[in-house]
């Protein structure tokens, strides 16, 4: 069973109701830190890719479906669990360039929708995570990058550089950048200029709980040297 197969089958697992609380607390989460979204937002599958892939890697959702999950199955949730999350936008031959840390991957497994996505892409950025593992060799990027509009890419460029003079993480910065995203796309007549900014680098402040339940979520019906490290942080 390959990694993004064991993504999909972890997913379809936790749309079961045994960990409906579980789900929704990781969701809660993702979108504290990175903007809400609900089933009427035309970006509603995108993001919900998005939580999934969150959900998988960082917010080790595979731990708790291990028990029905293959051997083969199992042996991924360590590498998914460590995927390097960043900041790319494709290069020819399946060449990732990671505009924040300065890595270069070579992928080597990525599913159709994501091929189709970075073809349509023309040098975009895009927030993605990539998972590497030895045996079997394999560089894969997972479902659930988020493209940030070809507009926002200069202003990207201004957000990320007070980033690192503010030495923030990865996380801080990537999450904050998927809020700008989303600005950009829910008001409308605003710039990309307008909602890429290095103020909105500041950390959301905490919502209250909303009353109900959330929209369903869509989907219920490294080998060494595999990167090449340079400045900033993984």
Known sequence: MGVLETVGRIQ???????????????RASFEQRTGAFSSEDPWFEERSRAFWNDAVTAGRF??????????TERAWLGPLESAHRGLF???????????????????????????????ASSGQLFDGRVVACEEPWTVALLPGA?????????????????ARARSLST??????????????RSLT????????????????LPTPAREGKPAPLPGGEGRRGAFRQHDGER
């Open 12 to 26: 379809h697992l936790g749309l079961g109701p045994h960990f409906e609380a579980k789900v929704a607390a990781l």
């Open 62 to 71: 595979g731990r708790h479906v291990e028990s029905e999950l293959a051997p």
């Open 89 to 119: 936008r494709g290069a020819k031959g399946n060449v990732l360039i990671d505009a924040w840390s300065g890595a270069e991957l070579l992928v080597t497994a990525l599913e159709d929708q994501s091929r189709a996505e970075l073809r």
């Open 146 to 162: 988020v493209f940030h509009a070809a507009s926002a890419t200069v202003p990207i460029g201004r957000v990320i550089a007070t």
């Open 189 to 204: 007549r605003v710039k990309a200029a307008f909602a890429y900014r290095p103020e909105a680098l500041l950390p959301p």
């Open 171 to 184: 996380v801080e910065t990537l999450d904050a950048l998927l809020r700008m995203d989303r600005t950009l």
